[in-house]
């Protein structure tokens, strides 16, 4: 992985992002989230009232430790449950799909029992690509170079 350009949705310009625990438990744990893909970045910014993309270029540090999934796999889910029952990991980025509220809700569904996995996998099944790069560390957010910040329309 060499330079690209990332996206981050929100209600404001963030030119230095900051690492953020939220109440709300998130795929790949705390952090600070983006997306390569554009349009999913000014999906999460309407949200808001004034919805925002902020635009970074990054750089790797090839010292870092990263994980990515390539696909929907059995890691893949099993690391998403572990980090949803606040179980923290030792990766500076995690990068991989995303576990849209529908998808949630099946794995919650799995974590209860309602589902089996092969349910769940028969499921799974994305409308559109998601994609998402967090950023766990304060030595991963030193891969991020501000680049603009622009208003998305409603």
């Known amino acids: 992985m060499g330079k690209m350009t990332v996206y981050h949705g929100s209600y404001t310009n963030i030119p230095e992002p900051k690492l953020l625990s939220s109440r709300h438990t998130k795929d790949f744990g705390p952090g600070f989230y983006c ?80 589902i089996t996995r092969d349910q769940f996998w028969s499921l799974a099944r994305f409308k559109y690509p998601t994609h998402q790069i967090n950023f766990c560390t304060a030595e991963a957010l030193k891969c991020l170079e501000f680049t603009c910040s622009k208003e998305v329309s409603q």
Do not use: K
């Open 35 to 114: 997306t390569v893909i554009r349009e999913q970045a000014e999906r999460w910014a309407r949200r808001y009232n004034t919805p925002i993309i902020n635009i970074y270029t990054v750089r790797l540090n090839t010292g870092l430790n990263i994980l990515e999934f390539q696909t929907m796999t059995e890691e893949w889910l099993d690391f998403i449950i572990d980090c949803r029952n606040n179980n923290p990991h030792n990766h500076d980025i995690v990068i991989g799909a995303m576990a849209n509220d529908q998808i949630y809700n099946y794995i919650a569904d799995y974590i209860d029992g309602v």
